[in-house]
């Protein structure tokens, strides 16, 4: 079967964003665990980090548009790299993200509020998981498992407005601690937002496979800024 | 396989066309209709009957002795194989530029004048020579050389030259055979962007081998492979666009990712 060397360069590429989920997996399940440990050093350590996942995005990027200029991928081959470009921007903002989360460990210093750890680990551990299965249905270009999926969305969404509801009770009861616990939101949010993002994903696994783009998430559409 | 739908914009259209060079089978049970005013690309590889598809839309295998067909070409609905229909005047209403330049070994300008003046073309000549080359964006690089021998020009100047030639017998459609395989990429581009022009007035076919000239030059892509017997049928007929992002049958995926075979 011709076109050898484009097929072994998409394969190496793939392999590259898997790594860059990995390095976000990593940086997400990391950046709670040091907001439950209060640990400043480590905080500023991820939060500099992130520039190692922007710099591997960039890197991916640029292997793409090596690709597109010198190989000239049609249809699938086409799509395919196309929706890699999407997504390894989705998952640079899942970085983003994480650094939001270490921001706030850092801002928060050692004030004394009662942060909702557990909901948070269960957040970040179900979005982390939909992550890791996201990318795998991504590489196996199976759109039954990347629909499958983006509908778990709903569950970091129960999780959040629960954390939500019992974050506004605790600064209804205690306007005092407003700030500390509006920075507490930010990490929740920025949660929520990451599962948003792999449900993006979703979808262009679904487009890659099938041709069809679908709106899997119409919420999706507020941009804000994790960080 | 799909069949064109914009029914009124139809200009030529083949209907359950096959196209026998004796008893071999060349081409089968092709459908297809070409609209008016845009540039419909025919790919596939190499013996699939793209040549033979387009030669037969002018009769132009009226010269191949063993050739025959089966099936109907309408031309704004009549039969161009009808009895009573001069082949002359097929080709006159629908021209062709070949693969290789093909200039006649004259002057620039008889290579214009020639044609019209065979066709009967009783108007201003010198105005019809300076209007044709106009229109295939030769007439700056030419029109202080008009005397010279057209042999003396550029591959792609000729090429220009040709499709000159083709149009000053004032026809509808143009067909072009792979009209850039013997051209350098700046000659070809300049003839794709020709064609753009063109297709304002006349309606387009080109068979191209280049799949990224169908994609930069075309409308419409129909794509033809060859079945088990070796007859060249279409595949998929679709916008440009769809085909090369899109394409719904897998021959065709194959085909243009570079995987066919
Ligand atoms: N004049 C001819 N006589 C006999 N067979 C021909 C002739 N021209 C083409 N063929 C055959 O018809 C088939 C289609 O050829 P052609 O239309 O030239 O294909 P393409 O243009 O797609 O390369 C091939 O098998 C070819 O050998
Ligand atoms: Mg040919």
């Known amino acids: 079967m011709p076109r050898d060397t484009l097929t072994r360069q998409i394969h190496h590429l793939l392999d590259e964003v898997l790594l860059l989920g990995s390095m976000v997996e990593q940086a997400t399940l990391s950046a709670v665990d040091i907001l439950r440990q209060r640990d400043l050093k480590a905080a500023a350590t991820l939060y500099e980090n992130d520039q190692l996942i922007n710099d591997k995005r960039f890197a991916i990027e640029n292997a793409i548009l090596i690709l597109i200029a010198t190989q000239q991928p049609m249809a699938h081959d086409l799509r395919l790299l196309a929706a890699t470009l999407e997504i390894i921007t989705e998952l640079e ?70 954390i939500y509801h019992h974050l506004v009770e605790t600064m209804i009861a205690n306007p005092a601690t407003i700030d500390q616990y509006n920075q507490v939101m930010w990490v929740a949010h920025n949660l929520e ?32 800024d994790g960080e | 396989m799909t069949t064109q739908t914009n029914e009124n914009n139809i200009i030529i ?45 002018n009769r132009m295998n009226d010269f191949v002795q063993s050739a025959h067909n089966d099936g109907k070409i309408l031309f704004h609905g009549q039969d161009i194989y009808a009895p009573e229909v001069d082949p002359v005047q097929v080709r006159q209403m629908i021209g062709m530029v070949f693969q290789k330049p093909n200039p006649f070994p004259k002057s620039i300008y ?31 690089e030419v029109k202080d050389n008009l005397k010279k021998s057209a042999l003396a020009l550029s591959g792609g100047q000729q090429q220009r030259l040709c499709i000159a030639r083709a149009l000053a017998v004032k026809p509808e ?72 992002t899109r394409p719904k049958d897998k021959r065709t995926e194959d085909y243009i990712t570079g995987r066919f075979g």
């Open chain 1, 93 to 162: 903002r899942m970085g983003d993200y994480a650094k939001g989360i270490a921001k706030v460990t850092l801002q928060l210093k050692d004030a004394d509020i009662n942060i909702p750890n557990r909901d948070l680990e269960r957040m970040a551990s179900q979005a982390v998981n939909m992550l890791h299965r996201g990318l795998s249905a991504f590489v196996n270009e199976d759109p039954n498992e990347a629909s499958a999926i983006a509908g778990e969305d709903a569950v970091v969404d129960d999780l959040y407005n629960h």
């Open chain 2, 173 to 244: 459609i143009i067909l072009m055979d792979e009209p850039c395989s013997a051209l350098d990429p700046i000659a070809t581009l300049k003839i794709e962007d020709l064609m753009r022009e063109l297709s304002v007035k006349y309606s387009i076919i080109i068979v191209t081998h280049n799949m990224q000239q169908a994609a930069r030059a075309s409308d419409l892509t129909a794509f033809f492979t060859m079945d088990e017997d070796r007859a060249g049928l279409m595949v998929e007929y679709g916008e440009t666009s769809q085909i090369f």
């Open chain 2, 110 to 140: 008889e290579n214009i004048a020639w044609g019209a003046r065979i066709n009967g073309y009783k108007g201003n000549m010198d105005e019809l020579v300076e209007n044709t080359l106009q229109a295939a964006a030769l007439w700056d």
């Open chain 1, 193 to 224: 937002r990451m599962a948003d993002r792999v449900t993006n994903i979703c979808e262009r696994t679904v487009f890659i496979a099938t041709g069809d783009m679908l709106e899997m998430d119409t919420t999706d559409d507020e941009e804000s």
């Open chain 2, 13 to 57: 259209q083949a209907n359950d066309l096959s196209i026998y060079y004796g008893s071999f089978r060349a081409v089968k049970n092709v459908n297809l209709g070409i609209q008016r005013n845009k540039i419909t690309a025919i790919i596939g590889p190499s013996g699939c009957g793209k040549s033979t598809v387009l030669r037969a839309f």
